[in-house]
């Protein structure tokens, strides 16, 4: 199935600390009853994150996804995972645990496999609104910050009020490893038509 290219939004952030890039693209698709997304050019695992990985530590990131209405006005729903990466130094190979809902794990994937793997597991329910009215759709990703406590493995990492506070922190203060792409204003409706003419 192909993805609807009309439904990019450029997401340009103020500030020069920030490793967002840019310019990038996210993209949605109707999965059945869910909507998934993708984002071929969001890069996160960059700089520090990428050091630390590289020195043998693991790093977790958290990503949310919020579904907005109302000029974004509106937060219609949140949803939230948490990844965490390591680094295999012989192979050059990422592995990552998905850790808050269904447990699973992937490796000896490149960097691009991981980060978008970790992507692809993100979507949300075609029943969160109207189909004719307009969203925007927002994912937001940040790397764990190395002073704070790293999750336990068999944890499922912390609450949703403490994940939401401190993706708020992060935006406002423009993190260095937070990054950030919205498409939008999107109708599910016309998802639906425009997948539907696709695949004729």
């Not at 199935?1 to 439904?7: A, D, E, G, S, Y």
């Not at 990131?61 to 995972?81: C, G, N, P, W």
Request: positive net charge; hydrophobic residues 40%.
């Amino acid at each position: 199935m192909k993805l609807i290219p009309r439904l990019c939004f450029l997401a340009v952030t103020a500030g020069t600390v920030c490793l967002c890039v840019l310019a990038q693209e996210l993209f949605l698709r109707p999965a059945g009853d869910q909507v998934k997304i993708s984002a071929p050019k969001l890069n996160f695992l960059t700089g520090k994150p990428l050091d630390r990985l590289r020195d043998g530590n693991n790093v977790a990131y958290d990503f949310q996804l919020s579904i907005l209405a109302d000029s974004k006005a509106t937060v219609l729903r949140r949803s939230f995972e948490r990844f965490v990466f390591s680094y295999d130094l012989w192979e050059e190979r990422f592995s990552v645990t998905r850790m808050r809902s269904t447990r699973s794990q992937v490796s000896h994937l490149t960097a691009a496999a991981a980060e978008s793997w970790c992507v692809d597991n993100m979507g949300f329910s075609v029943a969160v609104t109207d189909p004719e009215k307009p969203i925007w759709v927002r994912l937001e990703v940040r790397a764990q910050d190395p002073k704070e406590p790293a999750p336990l493995i068999n944890e499922p990492g912390m609450s949703i009020q403490g994940l939401i506070e401190i993706f708020s922190r992060a935006s406002k203060a423009r993190q260095p490893q937070y990054w950030k792409v919205e498409a939008g204003p999107i109708r599910l409706a016309d998802l639906k038509r425009d997948s539907g003419r696709s695949g004729d």
